[in-house]
């Protein structure tokens, strides 16, 4: 069976947990490297990146993390997670640090600050269809690289990039694990099935 592992430092670690159960995988909580080391893909839920950050660092998972998502673990950031892979940030706090697992530049609270939370239909990319999708104090990519493939757009928000893939790495500003859907987290289980 698949091991996927949730990084459980901060965030909403549970609603991922269900998510996995639902397409028949095993989830493992991860905050110690025995079980980084354990998992074939990982998730970084959402949560508060800075809050991550700090507590990636201070269970020294931050650099054995990166290493592993650079030699090919399949992982997915959803809003705070995917502030945590890009390689740029605008609204970081000073000395705010990422993974950088996906060339692009994302803008941290981009829906506002006013706006806690939404519900909207995006477009899936992939094949043109709509996804239900809850938005909290998300960041959207306001900048991204060739290397970079666009999976969601939100045309509400003026067409604003909110789901990407860059090889292994898979981001969402919006909480995948909060809908029915889960096509998102599919495509995390495919990924560790086939590396
Ligand atoms: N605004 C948060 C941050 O900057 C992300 C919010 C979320 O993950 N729901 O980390």
Redesign the pocket.
């Known amino acids: 069976m698949t091991r996927v592992g949730v990084l459980a430092l901060q ?1 909403d670690v549970r609603e991922h947990e269900a998510a996995l159960a639902r397409l028949s995988a095993e989830s493992v909580k991860v905050r110690r490297l025995a079980e980084l080391e354990s998992v074939d893909a990982i998730i970084i ?8 950050d700090k507590l990636l660092r201070a269970f020294d998972l931050f650099d054995p993390l990166q290493r592993r998502i650079e030699e090919g673990l399949p992982v997915l950031g ?4 995917m ?1 945590m892979l890009a390689t740029d940030i605008i609204g970081g706090i000073e000395g705010q640090r990422t993974l950088g697992a996906i060339d692009m530049t994302v803008r ?2 981009a829906f506002g600050r006013q706006v806690d939370s939404s519900e909207v239909e995006l477009t899936w990319i992939p094949d043109g269809s709509t996804m239900h999708a809850t938005f ?4 959207w990519v306001e900048k991204w690289s060739d290397a970079v493939e666009v999976l969601a757009i939100d045309q509400a928000h003026g067409g604003a990039v909110v789901a990407v893939r860059q090889g292994n790495a898979i981001a969402t500003s919006f ?1 995948s694990e909060i809908s029915d859907d889960d096509r998102v987290h599919a495509l995390l289980v495919d990924l560790a099935r086939w590396v």
């Open positions: 965030g839920p959402g949560g508060e990146s800075t809050t991550i959803t809003c705070a997670g502030i941290r609270n909290i104090r998300a960041p909480h």
